[in-house]
């Protein structure tokens, strides 16, 4: 069971830490409309791996096609990302020219989901990563381990993006509105980036 837990643990924490589309998204709402928006987006990215975890663990061919689906998977993100570029820049230039901060919108669970299914790395992770260590915890303790491996990768993976988002959104109140639009317009070039190397990627894939 310890082994389950490390795994768990280990995969969580390198899910929540690495630098991708869902922590650049976090960051953003965190920054521009504080903790719960925030919270709604990882909220929404912990259902789009929940929705990828039940067919890799019933279907693993499943998750296969839609791997070889890739190309396609990259172009809708390269799309949904150069749209969070350009709300982004909106919210920046909002911040910094106005201090006004933008609205709350209730679609930051939605854009979580979204950007983690528009996420060719998320379909990768779980062909390659997360479906073969959840077979090895069903291997060392059965359902059991399956179920500790489960909850303890979404409590990690979770939990740090929660950190991380309240501690970028209490800084607003000590960067002021021109340091949270200065935040935004560097989340707008990230949000440009990862769609140009998901167009790159999807092209020559």
Same mark, same amino acid.
């Given at each position: 069971?310890?082994?389950?837990?490390?795994?768990?643990?280990?995969?969580?924490?390198?899910?929540?830490?690495?630098?991708?589309?869902?922590?650049?998204?976090?960051?953003?709402?965190?920054?521009?409309?504080?903790?719960?928006?925030?919270?709604?987006?990882?909220?929404?990215?912990?259902?789009?791996?929940?929705?990828?975890?039940?067919?890799?663990?019933?279907? /693993?061919?499943?998750?296969?096609?839609?791997? =070889? +689906?890739?190309?396609?998977? $990259?172009?809708? @993100?390269?799309?949904? !990302? &150069? #749209?969070?570029?350009?709300?982004?820049?909106?919210?920046?230039?909002?911040?910094?020219?106005?201090?006004?901060?933008?609205?709350?919108?209730?679609?930051?669970?939605?854009?979580?989901?979204?950007?983690?299914?528009?996420?060719?790395?998320?379909?990768?992770?779980?062909? /390659?990563?997360?479906?073969?260590?959840?077979? =090895? +915890?069903?291997?060392?303790? $059965?359902?059991? @381990?399956?179920?500790? !491996? &489960? #909850?303890?990768?979404?409590?990690?993976?979770?939990?740090?993006?929660?950190?991380?988002?309240?501690?970028?959104?209490?800084?607003?109140?000590?960067?002021?509105?021109?340091?949270?639009?200065?935040?935004?317009?560097?989340?707008?070039?990230?949000?440009?980036?990862?769609?140009?190397?998901?167009?790159?990627?999807?092209?020559? +894939?």
């Amino acid at each position: 069971m310890v082994e389950i837990l490390w795994l768990g643990t280990l995969l969580g924490a390198g899910a929540a830490l690495s630098v991708g589309p869902i922590f650049v998204t976090i960051l953003n709402e965190a920054a521009t409309r504080g903790f719960g928006a925030a919270f709604r987006v990882i909220l929404g990215s912990a259902t789009a791996d929940a929705i990828l975890l039940l067919p890799a663990l019933a279907f /693993a061919w499943l998750i296969a096609a839609m791997a =070889r +689906a890739e190309v396609w998977i $990259g172009l809708a @993100g390269a799309v949904f !990302f &150069t #749209v969070l570029a350009v709300q982004a820049v909106r919210e920046a230039w909002r911040l910094w020219r106005e201090g006004q901060a933008p609205q709350a919108r209730g679609w930051a669970f939605w854009k979580g989901v979204t950007a983690n299914l528009a996420n060719p790395l998320t379909w990768t992770f779980w062909l /390659a990563t997360g479906t073969p260590t959840i077979m =090895r +915890a069903q291997h060392l303790a $059965g359902r059991t @381990g399956m179920a500790v !491996f &489960t #909850v303890t990768w979404f409590g990690v993976a979770s939990g740090l993006e929660a950190v991380i988002a309240l501690a970028v959104a209490r800084s607003g109140h000590r960067v002021g509105r021109r340091g949270q639009g200065a935040f935004t317009g560097l989340s707008a070039l990230l949000f440009a980036a990862l769609a140009g190397l998901m167009l790159v990627r999807a092209v020559s +894939a």
